[in-house]
């Protein structure tokens, strides 16, 4: 799967989508990449809103937000490159964007490609994550981002 600069062989049981998230008002679009180990319904927050109430304690949630050409060189984007070997010691309880009983996470802002992101990571056990931190590895490690494209069209996800 490949679309806006990100692309990703996905490891057995996930699916994705990759698609720029429309604007609004002076907001340019952004490109958003969710991955799952679980269904994904069709309107997810950037963050997994939606999604990540529907996980079992089995299942992983990735989400990968691109921010705007303004924030590369931000303090906050220092760190070079997407991490692709993350720690059952990476993910806590409090990371979470929406507290879910029994769920950890992670979140990493980074560059890459001359690209700002933030990547967001939810397990759906804090208690099975030494058996799910491998499966968010073997995804990270087959997304590859490069250059902005030029001209990348707004519209609907690529599945």
């Not at 299942?59 to 070997?85: C, K, T």
């Not at 030494?130 to 990270?140: D, F, G, I, K, Y």
Request: charged share 15%.
């Amino acid at each position: 799967m490949q679309a806006h600069g990100i692309g990703v062989q996905l490891p057995s049981g996930f699916e994705g989508r990759i698609f720029k998230r429309q604007g609004s008002g002076p907001e340019l679009p952004c490109t958003v990449a969710h991955f799952a180990t679980f269904g994904l319904p069709d309107e997810v927050g950037d963050f997994g809103g939606g999604a990540v109430q529907l996980m079992g304690d089995t299942d992983v949630f990735a989400s990968l937000f691109e921010y705007g050409p303004d924030s590369v060189g931000a303090r906050l984007f220092a760190r070079q490159g997407m991490p692709r070997e993350l720690s059952t010691g990476d993910f806590k309880p409090y990371v979470l964007r929406r507290g879910m009983p029994g769920q950890s996470g992670t979140q990493w802002f980074f560059t890459e490609a001359g690209r700002p992101f933030t990547l967001y990571v939810v397990l759906g056990s804090h208690a099975r994550r030494t058996s799910l931190v491998p499966r968010a590895n073997a995804l990270l490690a087959q997304v590859s981002v490069g250059p902005a494209p030029l001209a990348a069209p707004v519209g609907a996800p690529w599945n």
